[in-house]
């Protein structure tokens, strides 16, 4: 099973960025897709965005389409997600997580990391 942790979060203003890595050991990044979710406080887990096996596809949720984008580089054992024009409403603990499919549903993901929080301030 692969180990996965992210990092990059942080607290920012409205309307600014951050870059959210997940760095990944213990397999070889290229089997599996990467997804991105977040879990805003009260709420349920969240899907972002997610990018296949070899990057060239990628999907991201509506509510951050054209503000997120996800990518990777397998030499690197790392995914990254870079966080543009931030609201409030994306403030949540961000997961990244791996899967042997495509998939919007967190269920289909097997291996988590630990979260990293971001909190965006109006």
């Known amino acids: 099973q692969v180990q996965l942790v992210e990092s990059g979060g942080g607290l920012v203003q409205a309307g600014g960025s951050l870059r959210l890595s997940c760095v990944a050991s213990?397999?070889?990044?290229?089997?599996?897709?990467m997804g991105w979710f977040r879990q805003a406080p009260g709420k349920e887990r969240e899907f972002v965005a997610w990018?296949?096996?070899?990057?060239?596809?990628?999907k991201s949720a509506q509510s951050v389409k054209g503000r997120f984008t996800i990518s990777r580089d397998n030499a690197l054992n790392t995914v990254w997600l870079h966080l543009n024009s931030l609201k409030p409403e994306d403030t949540a603990v961000y997961y990244c997580?791996?899967?042997?499919?495509?998939?919007?549903?967190?269920?289909?993901?097997?291996?988590w990391g630990q979260g990293t929080q971001v909190t965006v301030s109006s």
């Open positions: 990018i296949s096996g070899s990057g060239f596809v990628v």
């Open positions: 997580a791996a899967g042997s499919k495509v998939s919007d549903s967190g269920g289909d993901y097997g291996s």
């Open positions: 213990g397999r070889t990044l290229s089997s599996y897709v």
